[in-house]
């Protein structure tokens, strides 16, 4: 296998954290602090694993309780009814855990926002009066004095230490490998920009659940070993609200959505903690808790996104290091990836009495469009013709209320936005929905997954598609930090990375100045000489009627007019549409 | 049927007198929410700080000595108001604006993580310091009105719950006239629907914030300053009601403080209900299953709307 050098270098520092904490075990003298250190891994685990749907996703969880809980409590019911060894109970912990996360992420992932974060926090506490109410409010686990070891029971408690850094070593390789797959860069753009993520063909749905699972099975085993080492669970302890807000307080501290931040949190949040419990919580109950509060509200006024990123900003800058492109020279692939059975000329798109409604309001009212294999189509309409709505009917954003739309043959109705993309449809919006803090090529890779077999191709798919709209010098950029023309032009090479058949672009030319609409018109143009059908929306009339051959105008949710550029221009209900009654009139004056 | 219909009407008015007190926390909290969307873990704190201030007005400070046993503990509620306000003021103004408002806006996750962080750490002193202070003893506001009810029928209404409801429902109102009719509550709603354009049309917006949120903890106070009348409490409490607060306010809506109160009475009433069908320790399990019906049904809740376009 080979590592890029950023991945080789994460690699290190996990076997030089290993080590250092292995010394730090042979250091300490003491039973006590073994315990901590010991409760300082399984509380980084725990945070990564919030860390893992939360912080590269962006869905926010406030019940990560349900997961370690479970987990502890497969561990504790294991050993007391079924005589099962933690050996065996930590991973079938892990697999309940996972099918938690199915089962509460198939329900909550219909929910966004604040929403999401509030549902979640119902799930264990929910679970929490459950547990109460069959009877398992304390569980010592029996001590198993014929075969300790094979029931996880040490005396030396370096041995726990050991096990819960080898926990803490799988979570880091499994985050490490996370962030460096499609699956990272999947979950970042759904972080970023869900929609947008949706169109350019990520299945946001499949790698949130993936994520909330994954996240869910490394918590409970998190959970469970901790069962193991304090010897009793009781249903406050391991599904109360202190360990969803003691996994997110750590994460948060540390450092949302890095690899080293939740380490960073539990290292120096737990301990405190411990140690102010120890020393104050005796002389006066509660000043440990206060203490607390302050520690985290101080850091947090001096560092809001944590310490990790304010470390790394101080020293780094946030720009990140130039990634190598890809080898291929620069070599644009040949186009037709695709089988292409039709001809050249057949109809492509055909869309026949598409109707959709948003209460009252008719937004689109029986539309009929045949966009031809090859054509470069536009259409036109005022501000609130149904433009938009129309490219958010055929990709899968909207359903329509009636009507058809088949592409290839193939009806597309019913088919959500990252299946849309999948069958050969790219899309560009109409204010650019970027993932800002992406670079340039990361951006356009989001969007090549969908046509790629594996990511060095998807990496290579997305250099081509830059380099055909000719953004290839700034692949490493952010993308937050691009000109409007940039940004225009990095999502149109988002949407052909995939090597679409068609593309809709959503008022691509809106407000751009006259050097830049050469430059994206010179763009488009070549993108349709090299045979993509390209279907253009747009308000003004000018710089379309230089750009495609043929016209429809869209008003009311109704196509009142269809053509060549020159015969539409002069149809005096486009005038109206345009210019109000008055000016048809005189024009039609003026043509007799 | 397990129950009765007598079962059926005590239930049911008992949650409607419970829930006028839990429209009135979730009122104060979705001021907050809605003015400033920021997710205020402290939110049961202060409601447990209302419930100390009227237990302290009314046994130390005399007001029960001094009004008599049942009027004086509903002033003493009254009063927990403007000193939590005063409390939520010089804490919004030294901590919480820091990580909220304009500013907040340009960070990742729009200062979601920091204000959530604070707010953690707000609830984690007052929690905590309350214990020092007030001592881990469970307590309560002793007043004849709790062990003596009116009779309609067959059934029972607690007095003490009567007049919680009637002081709750006046106070709900007279917020949501302050909010539709006085300036500064027009400027608060200006805020909230768009603090951007606000700024821009010369309303304070960090005020407006800072009113919200002390109005929103100073509400919730005087509601807890009513429930600390019918049931004892400790400085852990206020965990318990951030729950209901929150299932209240989502379930009316995010941002809504109309909605905010029906969501409130509506989770009085299936605490109280769900005690005909369900052994007592699962009628929070109650509230969460409901919770996560609407949400799923209609995530925008009762009142709420949902605003997207791409």
Not at chain 1, 203 to 217: C, E, F, I, P, V
Not at chain 1, 427 to 437: E, G, S
Not at chain 2, 146 to 151: A, G, L, P
Not at chain 2, 181 to 197: E, P, V
């Amino acid at each position: 296998m080979s590592f890029s050098p950023a991945v080789k270098r994460q690699l290190w520092s996990i076997v030089g954290f290993a080590v250092a904490v292995l010394a730090l075990m042979a250091f300490l003298q003491s039973d006590y602090f073994e315990l901590v250190l010991t409760q300082v891994l399984l509380w980084a685990v725990m945070s990564l694993a919030w860390n893992i749907l939360c912080g590269y996703s962006g869905y926010f969880s406030f019940g990560h309780a349900a997961f370690w809980g479970l987990g502890a409590y497969t561990v504790a019911l294991g050993l007391i009814h079924f005589d099962l060894s933690p050996w065996l109970t930590i991973p079938a912990g892990a697999v309940v855990g996972g099918l938690a996360g199915a089962l509460i992420g198939f329900p909550t992932f219909r929910l966004r926002g604040h929403y999401f974060a509030l549902a979640m926090l119902a799930y264990p506490l929910a679970t929490l009066y459950v547990f109460q109410w069959l009877g398992y409010q304390e569980i010592p686990l029996p001590m198993k004095r014929e075969a300790p070891i094979l029931y996880m029971q040490f005396a030396d408690p370096r041995a726990y230490v050991a096990l819960a850094l080898g926990l803490l070593v799988v979570t880091l390789l499994i985050s490490l490998k996370v962030e460096n797959s499609r699956f990272g860069i999947s979950l970042f753009a759904i972080k970023q920009n869900e929609p947008a993520a949706e169109a350019a063909g990520i299945d946001t749905w499949r790698w949130k659940m993936l994520a909330l699972m994954l996240s869910g099975a490394l918590a409970a085993m998190a959970g469970g070993l901790y069962a193991v080492v304090l010897l009793v669970v009781t249903p406050e302890a391991v599904f109360g609200m202190l360990v969803s807000a003691q996994a997110l307080i750590l994460a948060l501290f540390g450092g949302v959505g890095s690899l080293w931040g939740p380490v960073i949190g539990a290292a120096v949040l737990v301990p405190l903690a411990e140690g102010l419990n120890a020393k104050l919580g005796d002389v006066l109950p509660g000043i440990q808790g206060v203490v607390y509060g302050v520690a985290i509200i101080a850091i947090i006024l001096l560092a809001p996104e944590g310490v990790y990123w304010r470390i790394r900003d101080r020293f780094a800058g946030r720009l990140p290091e130039a990634v190598p492109m890809p080898a291929g020279g620069g070599a644009i692939p040949a186009m037709p990836r695709q089988v292409r059975s039709r001809m050249a000329g057949e109809d492509l798109l055909v869309l026949r009495d598409l109707g959709i409604s948003f209460g009252g309001l008719r937004a689109l009212d029986g539309v009929d469009l045949s966009v031809p294999e090859g054509g470069l189509y536009g259409i036109i309409g005022p501000n609130g013709a149904g433009k938009t709505t129309l490219f958010n009917v055929i990709n899968g954003f909207l359903s329509p209320e009636r009507g058809s739309i088949s592409f290839a043959g193939e009806s597309l109705v019913g088919l959500r936005p990252n299946q849309v993309c999948r069958k050969g449809i790219g899309r560009t919006f109409q204010v650019v929905r970027a993932f800002p803090r992406m670079t340039v090529l990361e951006n356009v890779t989001a969007g090549a997954f969908v046509g790629a077999a594996d990511d060095a191709e998807a990496r290579y798919m997305a250099a081509a598609a830059l380099d055909r709209v000719g953004l290839g010098a700034r692949a490493n950029a952010l993308a937050g930090g691009l000109t409007n023309r940039e940004l225009r032009l990095m999502e149109l090479a988002r949407a052909l990375a995939p090597q679409p058949r068609l593309v809709l672009l959503d008022e691509t030319l809106a407000g751009l100045g006259h050097d830049d609409l050469d430059a994206i018109l010179g763009a488009i143009r070549q993108v349709s000489a090299q045979g993509v059908t390209v279907l253009i929306i747009e308000h003004t009339m000018q710089a379309m009627v230089q750009l495609v051959d043929h016209f429809d105008v869209l008003d009311h949710g109704r196509l009142i007019a269809s053509g060549t550029p020159e015969t539409v221009v002069r149809n005096s209900q486009v005038i109206e549409a345009y210019l109000g009654k008055k000016w048809a009139e005189q024009v039609a004056v003026a043509a007799k | 049927m397990p129950f009765s219909l007598v079962d059926f009407l005590q239930a049911l008015a008992a949650g409607i007198l419970v829930g006028a007190t839990y429209a009135l926390m979730c009122v104060g909290l979705g001021i907050i929410f809605g003015a400033m969307r920021v997710i205020n873990f402290a939110q049961g704190d202060f409601l447990m700080l209302g419930m100390y201030a009227a237990f302290y007005l009314a046994t130390a400070g005399g007001l029960s000595a001094f009004l008599g046993p049942s009027g004086g503990p509903i002033i003493a509620a009254f009063l927990a108001g403007p000193i939590v306000f005063a409390l939520g003021w010089l804490l919004h103004r030294f901590i919480v604006a820091r990580v909220t408002g304009a500013g907040a806006a340009q960070t990742e996750g729009a200062g979601a993580y920091g204000q959530i962080l604070t707010t953690l750490g707000i609830s984690l002193i007052l929690q905590n310091g309350g214990l020092i202070v007030f001592g881990s003893a469970p307590t309560g506001i002793r007043t004849p009105l709790s062990r003596s009810s009116w009779e309609i029928g067959d059934i029972l209404l607690n007095q003490s719950r009567v007049v919680s409801f009637l002081v709750s429902v006046g106070l709900a109102v007279a917020v949501y006239l302050f909010l539709g009719h006085t300036r500064q509550g027009k400027a608060l709603r200006a805020a909230a629907d768009n603090s951007q354009a606000a700024l821009y049309m010369g309303i304070d917006v960090d005020k407006a914030h800072r009113v919200a949120w002390s109005l929103g903890v100073g509400i919730t106070a005087v509601a807890g300053g009513l429930v600390a009348g019918s049931q004892s409490f400790q400085p852990y409490t206020g965990f318990d009601f951030v729950i209901v607060m929150y299932a209240g306010v989502v379930l009316g809506g995010l941002g809504s403080i109309l909605g905010a109160f029906w969501g409130g009475l509506v989770i009085g009433i299936v605490q109280q209900m769900s005690t005909l069908i369900l052994p007592y320790q699962l009628q929070n399990t109650a509230i969460f299953v409901v919770f996560l019906l609407i949400i799923f049904l209609r995530p925008q809740g009762m009142f709420g709307r949902l605003s997207e376009r791409t």
